[in-house]
């Protein structure tokens, strides 16, 4: 036995073995690195660790039955002992080691250093820490499960939300990185936070794979990952055990140790699976898209009566759709709408009380009934119960501009767009209330970054043509009309830019009325009011704006673009039937530029 151990020395099979051990680490770190940069698919870590392990018992076989000599790599049994040059070999070998050792002792250092418990990333107490949970790829067989994989990265996104030293970047921006393939550094810079979680879902039939790694952004370096293979029915549990993992490996304490932080959830999971369904075509919008999500929505909530985040996205859906409709809905169509949001809303607020989701669409459906008090008061009682959220606060801020308290509007606004800088409507809602305080070319320029995030979004473009209009700038407004038909050719920005084209030139004015009243576009009367300064038709033509019988919806008697009608005669009784005077003196929280005049009056001045 003394002789075989002897005889393993001198072949060097010992010091192949510790060298390929040492170099087999070396290589799976660099691999790692490698992976932080360059996106390969999950196996092929595992394989070059199955390929490296497959190669230790070759190694020591061939250093065995093999020797290298000065004429080249003979078999051991043909090599002279006497000639033999193994203790050379021995030598390289030894400095192969000693190589990857000082090479894995730098990459422990490195780690170390780099490492979570050198207080680079430091405890909850040293501040609040930033992350942002990046939409989890689709790897299903068919390729048919995304609207499950991201579903599944916002309920993730919602469970992080609740840990009192995270702040979560909002879902839609979160979401605007979904299919590219962008450096996770510039994405951290692009969201301002400190980490990233990404991941992965597989689902065939009732088995799930889901992978999901933290990773800090400004090096790229992985914190931590785990695979999770489970069946459906514990996808719950898996939501809560990635949270939590995510949690420890910050050292934040959840501050919810001893609860479940997936509350609220269904044990239906067919009801579950079809509200993922439902919450992604919310996020698409769309007549028919929103149509689809109230059928699912309602089923589920038959399905399952005390699942609170079908009540609360139902709400959501019912508060947004008529604005979607192929017509401008009527009375009838906005109050049964607003009706339902309501009994959806309160229908959450009593499975949860704390539904901050249901508080903020109670503030969308008394604003749109123009119950501004109550609005304000819902709106306020959201935000103290989740202050992270981007959507609260754009819809906050959109109902205190139709009050006109438009400064306070735009600061809502701008928190709003700091939590969700790539969203394209909540920035857009921001860039149009600077607009409205007079900061015209800051407001501008987030309006045209709202564009680019989303060139099928016409509310930023319809705006800058109106407030380019309102300053005379036609060539500008022409050219921001020009653009968006590039973008999306669209028939009434043909129609937009013929009329622009008429005020430039100094059509008639009986010829630009013409070519407006035969357009299909209703949209064209106010802008061409607005150029020409034209209160009296403006007003007469109110019916556009609907205020001659609409009682529901979005009042714009407030916004920049209008106030050059502040001075008619009909504006005041257009501010009372709104049921804004009546506020504003209530409340004494007055618009912008609005003042009172004795105990039953009140003037604006643009």
Known sequence: MNNFFQELKRRNVVRVGVAYLVVGWVILQFVDVILEIVTFPDWFSQMVLVLLIIGFPIALIVSWAFEVTPEGVKKTSEVDKSKTITHGTSQKINYLIIGGLVIAVAFLMYERSAGLDDQIVGPASAGTLTIAVLPFADLSPEGDQEYFSDGITEEILNVLVKVPDLRVAGRTSSFAFKGRNKNLTKIGEDLNVEFLVEGSVRKSGNQLRITAQLIRSNDGFHIWSETYDREFTEIFEVQDEISRAIAEALSVSLGLEDMNLVPNQTEDLVAYEEYLKALGLFKLRGYAGLSEAIGLLTAVTIRDPNFVSGWELLAKVYSVYPFYGPNRATNEVWERYLTLSELAANKALSLDPGSAIAY???????????????????????????????????????????????????????????????????????????????????????????????????????????????????????????????????????????????????????????????????????????????????????????????????????????????????????????????????????????????????????
């Open 360 to 606: 903020s669409s109670l503030g969308s459906v008394y604003g749109n009934r123009r119950q501004w008090q109550k609005s304000f008061e819902y709106h306020q009682k959201a935000l103290e119960l989740d202050s992270w959220s981007g959507d609260i606060h754009q819809q906050y801020a959109e109902n205190l501009g139709m009050a006109g308290r438009n400064k306070e509007a735009a600061e809502i606004a701008g928190r709003g767009a700091d939590l969700e800088p790539l969203s394209a409507i909540i920035i857009n809602v921001h860039g149009s209330f600077l607009i409205d305080i007079g900061e015209f070319e800051k407001g501008f320029a987030i309006l045209r970054k709202s564009n680019v995030l989303d060139p099928n979004l016409d509310f930023p473009v319809n705006f800058m043509i109106f407030m380019y209009l309102d300053q005379g700038r036609f060539d500008e407004a022409y050219t921001t009309a020009q653009i968006a038909n590039q973008q999306s050719p669209d028939p009434f920005y043909e129609d937009t830019l013929i009329l622009i084209e008429m005020l430039k030139s100094g059509a008639p004015e009986d010829e630009m009325n013409s070519f407006v009243a035969n357009s299909q576009f209703g949209l064209l009367d106010p802008m061409l009011r607005t150029a020409l300064r034209d209160a009296d038709t403006l007003i007469t033509n109110i019916k556009i704006y609907n205020y001659d019988t609409f009682e529901y919806g979005n009042p714009i008697l407030m916004s920049r673009s209008n106030r050059f009608f502040w001075g008619h005669p009909l504006f005041k009784s257009l501010v009372r039937r709104a049921g804004l005077y009546d506020y504003w003196k209530t409340s004494g929280n007055w618009a912008d530029d609005c003042r009172p005049i004795g105990d039953d009056d009140f003037e604006c001045t643009p």
